[in-house]
C-alpha cells in the first residue's frame, strides 16, 4: 500500500544542535515531497518541496531537505535550532501535478531545550 | 494579503448535534480543500473543489458529512448529526490552480470537540 512514514514521534534537541527528521515514502514511482509546519494554533505553512533536479533543496527558516530514491527517503535537517522552531513537522507526498491529493504523514513534535 | 480565514476556532457541542465549518480561502484562490486531522495524525482530504465543483469527494462520510461552495469562494462543511469520532480539527486550504504545481496554503483549523 502507498504509504508515507514518519518513524519518530516525537524528537527534543537542545537549541543550537543540528536536527534531522525522517521520513520515508511507499510509492510504485517517485512523487512530488513536502515537508510543511504547524505551530500550535496555527495552519500547515510548507517549508519546501522537491519536484526533481538537484536532490538537495533548500526551504524557508533555514531548512533542508535532501532526496534519496535509494532508500525513498526525504529527511529535513536544519544545522542549528531555535526555540522558535519548536512545532509539529509533517512529510508529504501528492502523486503527481494531476492528482492534487496531499497524503501526509503522522507527524513528528519537535521540542526544543535551552 | 489575508490567509485563509476559518470559523470558529473552536466548537464544543454534544453527540447527535449538528454543526457547522466556515471557510474563507485567499482571494483569488480557485480551489478549495477540506481536510480532517485527527489527533496525533497527519491532515487527510476530505473534499476538493475547483471554482463551485466538488472534483474529489471520495474520502467524505456522505451519511452525515456535507458541503458546499456556493460562487466559487466560501464554503461551508457540515456534520449533522456529530458522533464522538468526530472530535478532530477541521482544517480547510486553498490554491490558485494555473495548470502546474499549485501550493496550498492553510487556515488555522476549527477544533470540534464532541461530548
Known amino acids: 500500500a502507498q504509504s508515507v512514514t514518519q518513524p519518530d514521534i516525537h524528537i527534543t534537541v537542545s537549541e543550537g544542535a543540528s536536527l534531522e527528521l525522517r521520513c520515508n515514502y511507499s510509492?510504485?514511482?517517485?512523487?512530488?515531497l513536502f515537508w510543511y509546519v504547524q505551530s500550535p494554533g496555527q495552519g500547515l505553512q510548507l517549508l519546501l518541496k522537491?519536484?526533481?533536479?538537484?536532490?538537495l533543496v533548500q526551504g524557508i527558516k533555514g531548512f533542508e531537505a535532501e532526496f534519496k530514491r535509494s532508500q525513498s527517503s526525504f529527511n529535513l535537517r536544519k544545522p542549528s535550532v531555535h526555540w522558535s522552531d519548536a512545532a509539529e513537522y509533517f512529510c508529504?507526498?501528492?502523486?503527481?501535478?494531476?492528482?492534487?491529493?496531499?497524503?501526509f504523514g503522522t507527524g513528528t513534535r519537535l521540542t526544543i531545550i535551552p | 494579503e489575508a490567509g485563509v480565514v476559518q470559523s470558529p476556532r473552536y466548537k464544543i457541542i454534544e453527540k447527535k448535534q449538528p454543526v457547522a465549518f466556515w471557510c474563507n480561502p485567499i482571494?483569488?484562490?480557485?480551489?478549495l480543500y477540506w481536510y480532517l486531522q485527527n489527533l496525533g495524525q497527519g491532515p487527510e482530504l476530505l473534499i476538493r473543489?475547483?471554482?463551485?465543483?466538488?472534483?474529489?469527494d471520495s474520502q467524505l462520510p456522505k451519511d452525515r458529512f456535507s458541503a458546499e461552495r456556493l460562487k466559487g469562494v466560501d464554503s461551508t462543511l457540515k456534520i449533522q448529526p456529530a458522533e464522538l469520532g468526530d472530535s478532530a480539527v477541521y482544517l480547510c486550504a486553498s490554491s490558485f490552480r494555473a495548470g502546474s504545481y499549485n501550493e496550498q496554503f492553510f487556515g488555522p483549523g476549527t477544533r470540534l470537540t464532541v461530548l
Open positions: 473543489y475547483e471554482n463551485e465543483e466538488a472534483v474529489d
Open positions: 510509492y510504485g514511482a517517485t512523487p512530488y
Open positions: 508529504a507526498v501528492q502523486l503527481d501535478f494531476g492528482n492534487e491529493k496531499l497524503t
Open positions: 482571494s483569488g484562490h480557485n480551489t
Open positions: 522537491y519536484f526533481s533536479g538537484d536532490t
